[in-house]
């Protein structure tokens, strides 16, 4: 990639097909490979015991007790993943206004994350820092006036950062777009001993429709009702912008940036790999993975297919890793193959 092509070539010398006769030929030329551990693997949390909970709107997705995804995780482990990201289902009677179950060092995400470096240390272990599974109105902020803001939700966000750090998080991800967190968050950090502990910012989260699926998932879609996180999460026209959300993501101490949605996002992934050089991760969502199996239970695409594709142009477009539902089966069939 980059270079110029050096040699063009004109029918009927150069055939561009020759190249793709056969199987082992095509394997040859590919340039771009999807392997295992450039999967992360993104699950959603839930109280008790032995309990396996279907998204309704992502088939094949559950919400599991803790045990189970330890259980889930261990085959995702063995399979070459190398890293989980968990999202709690937080039981609506402790959503309140100010958030505060985030800071319980016993919540369902902390109590997840010692469960899960207790039976697989080796597998990395990521936590979202933001306020929207724990808020009463949904928002990823503290809401005063009607407005989310600032400086009051990075206090809160920072803290909460400690405690999944505290509970063996390896990789904190923030996913509020709140201005100056990634600092914020890496000074309580480095405060409290835990300069080791990497932050992948979600640097380019755009106000998306294609969220729908997750926020029935954690149970925060009825929290936020008609409300909407347009004055936080980018514009989806803006591209120039997603590169100086990055800059200040990086120079405030991020280790790894992140763009998201995915598939309606390519180009800004590629203008930020380009640009910057750094790891750079996208989040294939659950509104993007909710499509591609909807459509395939209607018999319209084959979605494995379908999915197999869309986690292959992430690589083409330059990322370095893929969050995605669909890890685990992808993983199997990279193996398989
Ligand atoms: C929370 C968060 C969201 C997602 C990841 N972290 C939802 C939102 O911002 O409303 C969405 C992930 C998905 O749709 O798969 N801040």
């Known amino acids: 990639m980059g270079n110029k092509s050096i040699f063009l070539g004109s029918y009927p010398t150069t055939r561009l097909r020759r190249n793709r006769q056969n199987i082992w030929g095509r394997n040859l030329v590919a340039e771009t490979t999807l392997l295992a551990s450039d999967l992360i693997w993104t699950t959603f949390v839930r109280e008790g015991n032995n309990i396996t909970e279907s998204v309704t709107s992502m088939p094949g997705v559950d919400c599991m007790s803790v045990d189970i995804l330890v259980e889930r995780a261990i085959e995702a482990y063995r399979n070459g993943i190398p890293a989980i990201a ?96 990634i600092g914020e968050i890496r000074q309580e950090l480095d405060a409290n001993g835990y300069k080791n502990v990497q932050l992948m910012a979600y640097s380019a989260k755009f106000a998306s429709a294609y969220y729908g699926p997750f926020r029935e998932a954690i149970g925060s879609a009825t929290n936020l009702g008609e409300a909407d996180k347009k004055t936080y999460q980018m514009d989806p026209r803006n591209s120039n912008e997603a590169l100086r959300e990055v800059a200040l993501d990086l120079e405030e101490g991020a280790d790894m940036v992140m763009v998201k ?38 018999g319209w695409i084959n979605s494995d297919e379908a999915l197999m594709e869309s986690l292959l142009s992430f690589k083409r477009a330059g990322a370095d890793g893929i969050l995605t539902y669909w890890a685990v089966e992808a993983a199997k069939k990279i193996t398989n193959n």
């Open 261 to 298: 949605p995915g598939m309606p996002y390519l180009d800004i992934v590629y203008r930020i790999k380009n640009t910057f050089a750094v790891p750079t991760y996208v989040y294939q969502v659950s509104g993007e993975y909710a499509m591609i199996k909807a459509a395939g239970e209607k």
């Open 86 to 181: 968990v999202f709690p289902k937080t039981p609506t009677q402790l959503k309140t206004p100010n958030a505060i179950e985030a800071l319980n060092p016993n919540n369902l995400v902390c109590t997840a994350v010692r469960a899960l470096k207790k039976s697989i240390p080796n597998l990395g272990v990521i936590c979202d820092v933001a306020l929207d599974p724990y808020s009463s109105h949904g928002q990823d902020g503290l809401v005063q006036n009607g407005y989310v803001v600032n400086d009051e939700t990075i206090e809160i966000l920072s803290k909460q950062a400690l405690v999944q750090a505290e509970a063996g998080c390896d990789i904190i991800a923030p996913s509020d777009m709140m201005d100056g967190r």
